[in-house]
């Protein structure tokens, strides 16, 4: 009884070790990859000066007037309503997109569904650089360079294979009881994709959003290449307004760029359990 006790107590013990050393590494990870942002916050309360004499100290003074200065100056409010109106219509087209064709291909059977799935899953692995003279060939005839729709395409386009490998993933492990029983039940395959299936993706529906949010909002060099307008310009593409061939002022990129990175961060803290249960859900049957 004894021996059972100090083996009990032993156990334990080495439990809350592991744990302590677990959490702490974790830690020690969390702040190596998070260290930069905490950079590059401090960073913009300094100024130019401040930012090269005392790079890793903490600013003398947390003045907001940096961030004020880099909104006005650069112009951010014409660059993130851009961004808005450019991550909304793709977000939203790829979930329209996605959830119809990862039904089609997991519920529905149709001659040639195999190949288009594999011509998707192809998209997961071409780098945008092999499509890019094409692309750019095809949006030159098309006459839609300098508009949106020559970023929301691409967009939509880079986004849908991704999507629907995870939504058809999830839907995979639906049981075709359920299907069966709408069908008893007098539902039409779009009324079953309304009524059956939209409410059962939301979670994956939701980390198919934020992911696709973050590479539309982060994306430069199709902004780069394809919009000239200052007008049309998304937030990449003007924070090169902050930097010229000979001078760069870091204290105005730095506000601007934490301007711009905060709402992300926001986005992500809030939605993590929607992400981790939309990866997840549908690895098990």
Same mark, same amino acid.
């Given at each position: 009884?004894?021996m059972?006790?100090s *083996?009990?107590?032993h156990?334990? #013990?080495s439990?809350?070790?592991?744990?302590i050393t677990?959490y702490v590494c974790m830690?020690?990870?969390?702040? @190596?990859y998070?260290?930069p942002?905490?950079w590059?916050?401090?960073s913009s309360?300094?100024?130019n000066k /401040? @930012?090269f004499?005392k790079?890793f100290?903490l600013?003398?003074?947390f003045?907001f007037?940096n961030?004020?200065?880099?909104w006005?100056?650069?112009g951010?409010?014409?660059?993130? $309503?851009n961004?808005?109106i450019?991550t909304?219509?793709?977000?939203?087209c790829?979930?329209?997109f996605a959830s119809?064709?990862?039904f089609?291909?997991?519920?529905?059977?149709?001659k040639g569904s195999k190949t288009?799935?594999t011509?998707?899953v192809?998209g997961? %692995?071409?780098?945008m650089q092999?499509?890019?003279?094409?692309?750019? *060939?095809?949006f030159e005839?098309?006459?839609?360079?300098?508009t949106y729709?020559?970023?929301i395409?691409p967009y939509v #386009?880079m986004?849908?294979?991704?999507?629907i490998?995870?939504?058809?993933? *999830?839907?995979?492990?639906i049981?075709? /009881?359920m299907?069966e029983?709408?069908?008893i039940?007098?539902?039409?395959?779009?009324?079953?994709?309304?009524?059956? @299936?939209? !409410?059962?993706?939301? !979670?994956?529906?939701?980390?198919?959003?934020? %992911?696709s949010? $973050?590479?539309?909002?982060n994306e430069?060099?199709?902004?780069?290449? *394809?919009?000239?307008?200052?007008s049309l310009?998304?937030?990449?593409v003007?924070l090169?307004?902050?930097?010229?061939?000979h001078?760069?002022d870091?204290?105005l990129l730095f506000?601007a760029?934490?301007i711009i990175?905060?709402p992300m961060?926001m @986005?992500?803290?809030?939605?993590h359990k929607?992400?981790?249960s939309g990866?997840? /859900?549908?690895?098990?049957k």
């Amino acid at each position: 009884m004894e021996m059972s006790s100090s *083996y009990e107590v032993h156990k334990s #013990g080495s439990n809350v070790i592991m744990r302590i050393t677990y959490y702490v590494c974790m830690s020690l990870f969390s702040l @190596i990859y998070f260290y930069p942002m905490i950079w590059m916050l401090l960073s913009s309360f300094r100024d130019n000066k /401040e @930012i090269f004499n005392k790079p890793f100290s903490l600013p003398d003074t947390f003045n907001f007037d940096n961030w004020v200065e880099a909104w006005k100056i650069g112009g951010m409010s014409t660059y993130v $309503l851009n961004s808005v109106i450019v991550t909304s219509v793709t977000v939203a087209c790829i979930l329209l997109f996605a959830s119809l064709a990862s039904f089609s291909f997991s519920k529905l059977r149709f001659k040639g569904s195999k190949t288009m799935l594999t011509l998707f899953v192809f998209g997961l %692995f071409m780098p945008m650089q092999s499509f890019f003279i094409a692309q750019n *060939y095809l949006f030159e005839h098309l006459h839609i360079k300098n508009t949106y729709y020559a970023l929301i395409l691409p967009y939509v #386009g880079m986004g849908l294979p991704l999507a629907i490998f995870l939504l058809k993933a *999830y839907l995979d492990s639906i049981p075709k /009881e359920m299907m069966e029983a709408a069908r008893i039940d007098g539902c039409t395959d779009l009324r079953m994709f309304g009524s059956v @299936i939209m !409410p059962l993706l939301i !979670p994956s529906l939701a980390t198919v959003a934020i %992911f696709s949010s $973050l590479n539309s909002w982060n994306e430069l060099l199709l902004a780069l290449l *394809y919009v000239q307008s200052d007008s049309l310009k998304t937030i990449p593409v003007g924070l090169l307004a902050f930097s010229s061939k000979h001078v760069t002022d870091y204290k105005l990129l730095f506000s601007a760029l934490t301007i711009i990175t905060i709402p992300m961060i926001m @986005i992500y803290v809030f939605f993590h359990k929607h992400i981790v249960s939309g990866l997840t /859900e549908g690895s098990i049957k």
